[in-house]
């Protein structure tokens, strides 16, 4: 039975954390274990629209990301993902503090699978809910030094 790499894991954290984007909307990936993943965004005068509130494409990102990294665990190494419908609603305005959303994968299939997502304000309240149907891609994954799945004993296996 294969398990998935901590040593990967660890990489794939830092790897999306110093990337360009997420970098740029001050966006974080906090936690990614088997099937959940865990994503912030620090509140700044960069993510406020016109009339001073976050603006609704911070929670779209957010749910798109973190529905990603949710799925990202479940698929092959050599396999990458690409959103091809989010859907979410907005629950609450929020103007200050930081956004926290917890993804969680439903279903993977061969070639789609589909996520959810829950975002929640500083105070925890429940401000935007989503889902996301994503497919896979074969030979499109991320390419690392080590690999994403070890054995029962500790062995890499691709």
Not at 27 to 52: C, D, N, W
Not at 60 to 69: E, G, K, Q
Not at 97 to 115: C, D, E, N
Request: net charge neutral; charged share 20%; glycine share 6%.
């Amino acid at each position: 039975m294969n398990k998935l790499n901590p040593a990967y894991l660890e990489k794939i954290i830092e790897t999306v954390n110093s990337s360009p984007f997420p970098r740029h909307i001050s966006m974080t990936l906090k936690e990614l274990v088997y099937e959940r993943a865990v994503m912030e965004i620090k509140i700044s005068e960069e993510h406020f629209q016109p009339f001073g509130m976050v603006h609704g494409g911070v929670a779209a990102t957010l749910i798109d990301s973190v529905t990603f990294w949710a799925v990202f665990c479940r698929i092959p190494e050599d396999a990458g993902l690409v959103n091809v419908d989010l859907k979410l609603n907005y629950l609450q305005t929020v103007k200050s503090g930081a956004l926290t959303a917890y993804g969680k994968a439903i279903r993977t299939g061969r070639s789609i699978s589909y996520a959810e997502a829950k975002i929640f304000n500083t105070e925890e309240k429940l401000i935007a809910h989503g889902t996301s149907t994503l497919m896979t891609l074969p030979g499109k994954g991320i390419h690392l030094s080590m690999h994403k799945f070890i054995d029962y004993y500790g062995n890499s296996t691709p």
